[in-house]
C-alpha cells in the first residue's frame, strides 16, 4: 500500500494545482504543500472529507464535517450557527489556519479566532485537513493544523436539494454547471434558517428567554476555461450572508454593551492562472475578500446604541511553482497579503491595515524506502519585521506495508490587528511591542496494515512561547504552554460494513500555573459505521469526549469549573428511490443527551433532518 503510493510521487506531483482543482481521485491532496500529490506520500496526518462523505453524514455545518475528524475537539456556544472554537491536538482555535481554494480566510475579530461559521456547506466539494505545523508553508496561523475548503470540481452534474427538521430547520440549495465547450459555467445558491432554541436558559436576563436562531443566504458562481493542454484559468465569486441571535447571559450595566444579534456579510472574488507542461507546473492567484460584521442589540436596532462594525478587506495575491525531481519535487512561490480593517461603534473607529509578503521554498524526495520532506519560509511584516519557519520531516518503510516517519517543524501566529493596535470602543489599548506567538513541534508515528487494517499511531509534543493575553486593558506575550499527545486512528472493512476508530489522549498545559487548558477534552474516541442494505446507506457515528474544565484560574474564578464527559450517537440513511432522486433522514443525537461545550450554553438535544436530492 505505501510502496505503490510513493511509486505515484513523481506522476502527481507534476500536476500542481494551487486552487485545487477537483482531480477526480479522493486519494490525491494539494494543501500538505501546495501541489498535488497522493495522500499517501505526505508524511503529516492527512484527512480528505469528499462531497460523498459530506452527503453520507448528512452534515448540516463545517462544524459538524470537522466534529468528526481525528484530533478535533469543538466548543460551541449553543447550536447551528452559534459562535463555536475548534481545538485541534490541545491547540487554541486561533492557531488553525482555514483555508478556501488555498487562500487564507480573512480574521477580522479580536479573539484571531478563524470564523467556521461563516462558510455554507452547499458550495464545499471536499475539505482537506492536516494535523501539525504548516507555517514553513503557509505563515502565520498555522500552529495545531489546516483545514482547506475546497469548493471547485469538474463535475458536470447539476442538483437540487432541499431538507427540513426539527427546531424549524430548512435549507434549500441548487447549484447548476453546463459546460461549453473547453468553459465550464457554475451558479449556486442556497438558504439556511433555524428557529434555534434558548442557548443560555439560565440567564438572569428576561430578554434572553427567546429562541435564539439561525439564517443564511448564499449565490456562488465561477468560470473555468481550458485555454489548451498546458495552460488553464477560472474566475469565481461568491457572496453571502449571515444573522445569528445570541444571548448576554446577564442585563448588559449599559447599551453598549446590549448587543444580542449578529450579521456576517462576506463577498469574495478570486482569479487564477495554471500552468503544466512536461516536469514544471506554475500557478498565479489573486484573490479579494471583504467582510462587514455587525454585532447589535435587538432592542435598539443596527443603528444605534450598543452596535459595533468590524469592516475587513484583504488582498491576496499567489505565484507558486513546481518541478518535478527524480521521485519527487521541488516548489518554491511567493504571496502578499493585505489586510484593512475599520473598527468602530456609534462614537469611536479605529482604522488598521497591515501588509505581509512571503517567500517560501518546499521540497520532497524519495531515496529507496525512505521518504524526505523539507520547507522553509521567511515573512516580513509591516509591524513585526522578518520571522522565519522550517519544517522537516522522514518517513521510513522498514518492511513493506510498515512506515515509520519522525518530523519537526516550527511556527507562528501573528497577533490580530485589535490586538495590536488596540481598540477604542472596548477600553482595549495598543502595543507595539507584541510579539507573534511562536510553537516549536515534534512527532513520531508509525503506520501500516495488518491484515485488514490501515492504521496509524502518533505521538506528539508541541512548545508554545509568546501566548497573547489580555491583561490590564491591552494584549501582552505572557503565557507558554506544552502539549503532550498520542493519537491513533484505524479503518478496517468487514463484509458489508466499514468501520473508522479515532482514539486520543492530550495533557494541554500552562507551564505557568500547570492547569489543564479549558475546552480540551484530555481523552478523546470517535466510532464511524458505514453500511449499505438494499440499497440503503447507512452511518451510525459514535463520540466520546471526557472531562474538560471551561476556564482558567484568575483572582474572579479561583477554582477551574469541571465540564462533565459525555457521548453522543448520530444515525443517518438515505435511499435513491431513482438514479437522479435519492431521500436521506437522520437522527442527531440519538439518545437525546443533555452535555455542554461552554459552561452555561445548552445543546441541541435530539434533532430530526428530512433530505432530498434531485441531480441532472
Given at each position: 500500500m505505501i510502496k505503490k503510493a510513493s511509486l505515484l510521487t513523481a506522476l502527481?506531483?507534476?500536476?500542481?494545482?494551487?486552487?485545487?482543482?477537483?482531480?477526480?481521485?479522493?486519494n490525491l491532496v494539494v494543501t500538505a504543500n501546495r501541489f498535488q500529490q497522493s495522500a499517501k506520500t505526505v508524511l503529516a496526518p492527512t484527512e480528505v472529507v469528499t462531497r460523498e462523505d459530506i452527503d453520507r453524514w448528512q452534515s448540516r455545518s463545517l462544524i459538524d464535517v470537522l466534529r468528526r475528524l481525528p484530533?478535533?475537539?469543538?466548543?460551541?456556544?449553543?447550536?447551528?450557527?452559534?459562535?463555536?472554537?475548534?481545538?485541534?491536538?490541545?491547540?487554541?482555535?486561533?492557531?488553525?489556519?482555514?483555508l478556501i481554494d488555498g487562500v487564507p480566510v480573512a480574521r477580522s475579530g479580536i479573539s484571531n479566532d478563524p470564523e467556521l461559521n461563516q462558510i455554507p456547506l452547499s458550495i464545499v466539494q471536499?475539505?482537506?485537513y492536516i494535523r501539525g505545523p504548516r507555517s514553513a508553508v503557509y505563515g502565520s496561523g498555522a500552529i495545531g493544523g489546516v483545514v482547506n475548503v475546497i469548493t471547485m470540481t469538474d463535475s458536470e452534474k447539476s442538483q437540487i436539494n432541499a431538507s427540513i427538521g426539527s427546531k424549524g430547520y430548512q435549507t434549500y440549495d441548487g447549484t447548476?454547471?453546463?459546460?461549453?465547450?473547453?468553459?465550464?459555467?457554475?451558479?449556486?445558491?442556497?438558504?439556511?434558517?433555524?428557529?434555534?432554541?434558548?442557548?443560555?436558559?439560565?440567564?438572569?436576563?428576561?430578554?434572553?428567554?427567546?429562541?435564539?436562531?439561525?439564517?443564511?443566504?448564499?449565490?456562488?458562481?465561477?468560470?473555468?476555461?481550458k485555454f489548451d493542454d498546458h495552460?488553464?484559468?477560472?474566475?469565481?465569486?461568491?457572496?453571502?450572508?449571515?444573522?445569528?441571535?445570541y444571548d448576554l447571559g446577564s442585563a448588559p450595566f449599559s447599551p453598549d454593551y446590549s448587543a444580542d444579534e449578529r450579521q456576517l456579510?462576506?463577498?469574495?472574488?478570486?482569479?487564477?492562472?495554471?500552468?503544466?507542461?512536461?516536469?514544471?507546473?506554475?500557478?498565479?492567484?489573486?484573490?479579494?475578500?471583504?467582510?462587514?460584521?455587525?454585532n447589535y442589540s435587538s432592542i435598539y436596532g443596527r443603528y444605534n446604541d450598543g452596535t459595533t462594525l468590524d469592516d475587513m478587506e484583504q488582498r491576496y495575491i499567489q505565484w507558486g511553482n513546481n518541478i518535478a525531481v527524480g521521485k519527487g519535487s521541488l516548489?518554491?512561490?511567493?504571496?502578499?497579503?493585505?489586510?484593512?480593517?475599520?473598527?468602530?461603534?456609534?462614537?469611536?473607529?479605529?482604522?488598521?491595515?497591515?501588509?505581509?509578503?512571503?517567500?517560501?521554498?518546499?521540497?520532497?524526495?524519495?531515496?529507496?524506502?525512505?521518504?524526505?520532506?523539507?520547507?522553509?519560509?521567511?515573512?516580513?511584516?509591516?509591524?513585526?519585521?522578518?520571522?522565519?519557519?522550517?519544517?522537516?520531516a522522514a518517513g521510513w518503510e522498514f518492511v513493506d506495508n510498515?512506515?515509520?516517519?519522525?518530523?519537526?517543524?516550527?511556527?507562528?501566529?501573528?497577533?490580530?490587528?485589535?490586538?495590536?493596535?488596540?481598540?477604542?470602543?472596548?477600553?482595549?489599548?495598543?502595543?507595539?511591542?507584541?510579539?507573534?506567538?511562536?510553537?516549536?513541534?515534534?512527532?513520531?508515528?508509525?503506520?501500516?496494515?495488518?491484515?485488514?487494517?490501515?492504521?496509524r499511531l502518533s505521538a506528539y509534543r508541541y512548545e508554545i512561547d509568546n501566548l497573547i493575553t489580555y491583561s490590564d486593558t491591552a494584549y501582552y506575550n505572557i503565557n507558554s504552554a506544552t502539549i503532550k499527545g498520542v493519537e491513533w486512528t484505524g479503518s478496517v472493512d468487514t463484509g458489508i460494513f466499514s468501520h473508522r476508530v479515532t482514539l486520543q489522549y492530550i495533557d494541554p498545559r500552562d507551564d505557568e500555573t500547570n492547569e489543564v487548558l479549558p475546552r480540551r477534552a484530555k481523552r478523546q474516541a470517535k466510532y464511524q459505521l458505514d453500511w449499505s442494505i438494499y440499497n440503503v446507506d447507512m452511518d451510525l457515528a459514535w463520540e466520546y469526549f471526557g472531562k474538560r474544565y471551561d476556564n482558567s484560574t484568575s483572582i474572579y474564578n479561583p477554582e477551574q469549573r469541571v465540564l462533565p464527559s459525555y457521548s453522543t450517537v448520530d444515525l443517518s440513511a438515505s435511499y435513491p428511490v431513482t438514479s437522479r432522486l435519492t431521500v436521506r433522514g437522520k437522527i442527531a443525537n440519538l439518545f437525546d443527551k443533555e452535555y455542554e461545550t461552554a459552561y452555561g450554553y445548552q445543546t441541541a438535544g435530539r434533532e430530526y433532518t428530512l433530505s432530498g436530492s434531485y441531480t441532472f
Open positions: 502527481s506531483v507534476t500536476a500542481f494545482s494551487g486552487w485545487a482543482q477537483d482531480s477526480g481521485s479522493d484530533g478535533v475537539d469543538i466548543a460551541q456556544n449553543g447550536g447551528l450557527g452559534q459562535t463555536a472554537s475548534v481545538y485541534v491536538r490541545g491547540t487554541e482555535a486561533k492557531h488553525l489556519l482555514l471536499r475539505v482537506e447548476l454547471r453546463q459546460r461549453f465547450g473547453d468553459t465550464m459555467v457554475t451558479a449556486a445558491g442556497s438558504y439556511t434558517s433555524t428557529r434555534g432554541f434558548n442557548v443560555q436558559p439560565d440567564s438572569t436576563w428576561e430578554h434572553d428567554e427567546d429562541r435564539d436562531g439561525y439564517r443564511n443566504k448564499t449565490f456562488w458562481g465561477s468560470l473555468q476555461h495552460f488553464d484559468g477560472f474566475f469565481r465569486g461568491y457572496n453571502f450572508s449571515n444573522n445569528v441571535d456579510y462576506v463577498q469574495g472574488w478570486d482569479t487564477g492562472l495554471n500552468f503544466n507542461q512536461g516536469i514544471y507546473s506554475s500557478q498565479l492567484l489573486a484573490s479579494y475578500q471583504k467582510s462587514k460584521d455587525y516548489g518554491a512561490g511567493v504571496d502578499w497579503k493585505q489586510e484593512r480593517l475599520v473598527s468602530s461603534n456609534q462614537s469611536t473607529s479605529d482604522s488598521y491595515d497591515r501588509d505581509n509578503s512571503g517567500l517560501y521554498l518546499n521540497g520532497m524526495q524519495q531515496f529507496g524506502d525512505v521518504t524526505l520532506e523539507a520547507s522553509g519560509r521567511e515573512d516580513k511584516d509591516d509591524s513585526f519585521g522578518w520571522h522565519g519557519t522550517w519544517q522537516t510498515y512506515r515509520l516517519t519522525l518530523s519537526y517543524g516550527t511556527s507562528f501566529l501573528a497577533p490580530s490587528l485589535g490586538q495590536q493596535y488596540g481598540a477604542k470602543r472596548f477600553g482595549i489599548a495598543s502595543n507595539p511591542d507584541l510579539k507573534p506567538e511562536e510553537s516549536k513541534q515534534w512527532e513520531a508515528g508509525v503506520e501500516g496494515l495488518t491484515g485488514p487494517v490501515d492504521w
